[in-house]
């Protein structure tokens, strides 16, 4: 049926503090900016945020009907990097908080994971070896 995702938008009730965060942060280039919605530039993914109340008016449900921002919607998002120690170390120095120190898995990748300010979980890996 299909066999890759080609967009990830984060549904953020507080829009301003999640682009800043991948902005200024995560330094993420923006390619597109507008008053609820940003969109960040990856190598072959599009990644963006829409704020939640916004989201809920373009898709037309009510807030109750599945779009609640309470908690419930969180997401796991995974990417590679060429070193997680170094960029484990420059996000610490920006502020971010990380569950532990990088950790080697046992299915074969060194990781770090930190939550977003919507409580939206990261894990970044690269292979072991």
């Not at 330094?27 to 993914?45: T, W």
């Not at 109340?53 to 969180?74: I, L, Q």
Request: hydrophobic share 45%; net charge negative; aromatic share 14%.
């Amino acid at each position: 049926m299909f066999n890759r995702v080609g967009a990830v938008v984060l549904f953020v009730r507080d829009f301003d503090q999640s682009l800043a965060f991948y902005r200024d942060v995560l330094e993420l280039p923006v390619v597109q900016l507008e008053s609820n919605f940003a969109a960040f530039k990856l190598h072959d993914q599009d990644f963006a945020l829409q704020e939640l109340s916004a989201a809920v008016e373009m898709f037309g449900v009510k807030a109750d009907g599945g779009m609640t921002g309470s908690g419930s919607e969180r997401a796991m998002l995974c990417a590679k990097v060429d070193d997680v120690d170094a960029v484990y170390a420059t996000l610490k120095s920006k502020g971010v908080a990380f569950a532990k120190p990088p950790v080697d898995q046992y299915w074969g990748i060194r990781a770090i994971y930190f939550h977003d300010p919507e409580g939206n979980f990261w894990e970044f890996s690269q292979p072991q070896g």
